[in-house]
């Protein structure tokens, strides 16, 4: 029903930035909620951003001040601006809707849950 494309990753050099895009398509009448995690190697897989569809961000205290979460111009396109990276910043960053509401037919709709991407792999080199 839902499907999530990010994209964006890549390596660079520390203090550098990279722009992580995701692209949800399928069934959707509105984005809830998005969500940016990231799982580097060994570790557990922890939440980096999210935002409402109000506008109400939140952020790990490890990325305040750096990154960035926001909604695009685009109809249900989000952003992960990522600034001044450091080493520790390597990892699979996976974009995550955990509330959708779906189209369920003229003048009706439903909640999906919980959706996830491929991920896109960010190397920061020192």
């Known amino acids: 029903q839902v499907r999530l494309v990010e994209s964006g990753g890549g390596l660079v050099q520390a203090g550098g930035s990279l722009r992580l895009s995701c692209v949800a398509s399928?069934?959707?009448?509105?984005?809830?909620?998005l969500a940016w995690y990231r799982q580097a190697p060994g570790k557990q897989r922890e939440m980096v951003a999210n935002?409402?569809?109000?506008?109400?961000?939140n952020y790990a205290d490890s990325v305040k001040g750096r990154f960035t979460i926001f909604r695009g111009d685009a109809k249900n396109t989000h952003y992960l601006q990522m600034n001044s990276l450091g080493p520790e910043d390597t990892a699979i960053y996976y974009c995550?809707?955990?509330?959708?509401?779906?189209?369920?037919?003229?003048?009706?709709?439903?909640?999906?849950?919980?959706?996830w991407g491929q991920g896109t792999q960010v190397t920061v080199s020192s």
């Open positions: 995550n809707a955990p509330l959708v509401r779906l189209r369920a037919g003229i003048g009706s709709s439903s909640l999906g849950y919980d959706y």
């Open positions: 399928g069934n959707i009448f509105s984005i809830v909620a």
């Open positions: 935002i409402t569809s109000g506008g109400t961000t």
